[in-house]
């Protein structure tokens, strides 16, 4: 019996190593809401000199470091396709951490889905928690 014993053992082991993969992820900027501006009519009876205005503008934040620590999965969308992908597939995960605060990440990490537990580590990889 104590034969069987070890080959078990290391199998098992390997078998929880193996769902202890993390996956590398980088900052992503929060979703921006763009409402068009309100509609303005004149009465009919008066003259209206329009104003040139120049368009407005959407300024995209910049992403802010990845904060370590413990959270639930949120959402996740498509992210934009960009050259630095190199060609793989990203997906922004919206993420609250356990200190109530929001994180935006890209990955091309697959298999996690909206309320699994996971860890963003300090070295900016993502792992189920």
């Not at 068009?36 to 003259?47: E, G, I, R, Y």
């Amino acid at each position: 019996m104590r034969k069987i014993c070890l080959p078990f053992s290391v199998c098992a082991l390997t078998v929880l190593g193996a769902c202890a993969t993390s996956d590398p992820v980088t900052p992503a900027p929060a979703p921006v809401l763009v409402t068009p501006a309100p509609v303005v009519s004149a009465p009919p009876a008066t003259v209206v000199v329009p104003q040139v205005a120049s368009a407005p503008a959407v300024v995209l934040p910049t992403p802010t470091a990845i904060r370590a620590g413990f959270g639930r999965l949120e959402s996740i969308t498509a992210a934009p396709q960009s050259a630095a992908a190199g060609g793989a597939t990203l997906r922004r995960f919206g993420i609250k951490m356990d200190d109530g605060t929001v994180q935006y990440v890209d990955t091309a990490a697959q298999g996690y889905s909206i309320g699994d537990r996971i860890e963003l580590t300090k070295d900016g990889h993502i792992k189920r928690a």
